[in-house]
C-alpha cells in the first residue's frame, strides 16, 4: 500500500481506462444516458407500446429484449413546422428466471415502474407467436390487457411471416430439399450429391 501511495505521489503511475472493469462501467454510464433520454422523449409523448421477444444466451439465460415505440413531435430549426415521427428505441436486455406468462408479466411491470412509464399509457403490446405470451387465456397480453384494455396486441409480423415460409415449405419437396442443402452448406446444381429425402432429386 505505501508502495502505491508513493508511486501515486512522485507521479509514477499512469491513469488509463483498459480494464475490462473500467470499460464497462463506461459503457453502464453512457447507456443510462441515453436511455434516461429515450424515457424523457416518451413522457413528452405520453402514449407508448412495447415489443418483446426473449432468446437464450451463452450461458443459457433467457434474456428478454425490451423496445419501446412513441410518436414525436419535433419542431423545426424555425419552430414553425412540426415533424411526427415514429421512434422505436431499443431500452436494454432483461435476464428472466422463469418463462412463464406470470413471471414475465410480473417483469414487465416491474421494468416499466423502474423507468416511470405508467401502464395506463401502454397502447400496443408486440410479441411472438408463442403459446406463453400470446396466449388468450394465462398469456402475458391477456394478462396485461386485463390490466389496461387499451394494450392492444398485435402479432410480430417478422415471426407470422417466418411461421407461413415454413409451413409453405414443408408442402414442397422441391423447397424442402433446397433448405436442406442450404443448411448443410453443399454446392447447388450438383447430381451427384445426396438429398436427405428418398424421394427428391438434385437437379
Known amino acids: 500500500m505505501k508502495e502505491r501511495l508513493r508511486k501515486i505521489t512522485d507521479h509514477e503511475t499512469q491513469v488509463h481506462y483498459f ?48 423496445i419501446i415505440r412513441f410518436v414525436d413531435m419535433e419542431k423545426s430549426a424555425d419552430e414553425d413546422n412540426v415533424e411526427v415521427l415514429i421512434k422505436e428505441h431499443f431500452l436494454g436486455f432483461v435476464p428472466l428466471k422463469e418463462t412463464t406468462g406470470a413471471f414475465m408479466t410480473e417483469t414487465i411491470l416491474q421494468e416499466l415502474e423502474t423507468m416511470s412509464l405508467s401502464v395506463e399509457n401502454l397502447r400496443g403490446q408486440g410479441y411472438d407467436n408463442g403459446s406463453k405470451v400470446k396466449g388468450k387465456d394465462k398469456g402475458v397480453q ?19 411471416l417466418n411461421l407461413v415460409v415454413n409451413y409453405a415449405a414443408r408442402c414442397c419437396l422441391e423447397a424442402t430439399c433446397l433448405c436442406v442443402f442450404l443448411r448443410l452448406n453443399m454446392p447447388l446444381g450438383d447430381s451427384d450429391l445426396p438429398c436427405e429425402f428418398s424421394n427428391c432429386e438434385t437437379t
Open 19 to 66: 480494464g475490462k472493469n473500467k470499460q464497462n462501467e463506461l459503457i453502464q454510464i453512457l447507456a443510462n444516458v441515453i436511455k434516461k433520454k429515450i424515457v424523457e422523449a416518451d413522457h413528452s409523448a405520453k402514449y407508448f407500446s412495447i415489443i418483446l421477444d426473449c432468446t437464450p444466451d451463452a450461458s443459457h439465460v433467457e434474456q428478454m429484449t425490451m
Open 142 to 160: 391477456r394478462t396485461m390487457m386485463e390490466i389496461n384494455p387499451r394494450a392492444f396486441f398485435v402479432p410480430c409480423s417478422a415471426h407470422s
